[in-house]
């Protein structure tokens, strides 16, 4: 049985259908919201890591249940980029990329390559 998860932003973890639209790239998703604030924090001062001060992460400053809630969401994400990479890394090798230059393009090894995605073929 697939499990069908809900689509989220990458950036606030807002599923689906409490945003107007989703943007896709490469393994993530970015709602219409975190553009807009994207945008709005590009054309301002205002510090980029979601938190009020620029040295503390947003998390630094949420109350454990919040940030526990969070991690199952983050998995998802997570999960997605990986799913996402593992396509890339197939279709490299569908054109003929060898586990050597897929590894030399990530920064790690032909071995560690391979490892993490000859199963994935």
């Keep these: ?7 989220r932003c990458s950036f606030c973890l807002k599923p689906e259908d409490e945003v107007a639209k989703l943007v896709s790239g490469p393994g993530s998703l970015i709602c219409d919201g975190c553009v807009q604030l994207a945008a709005e924090i590009i054309a301002s001062d205002q510090p980029s890591n979601g938190s009020k001060s620029p040295d503390l992460p947003a998390w630094s400053t949420m ?18 980029v ?19 230059r897929i590894g030399a393009a ?15 073929e």
């Design 63 to 80: 109350p454990d249940e919040q940030l526990l809630a969070r991690l199952p969401l983050l998995a998802e994400t997570a999960d997605r």
């Design 1 to 7: 049985m697939v499990i069908q998860r809900k689509l």
């Design 106 to 120: 990530m920064g790690v090894t032909r071995q560690s390559a391979w490892t993490r995605f000859a199963s994935t």
């Design 82 to 100: 990986e799913d996402s990479l593992a396509g890339w890394v197939a279709e490299a090798r569908r054109r003929g990329s060898s586990w050597a």
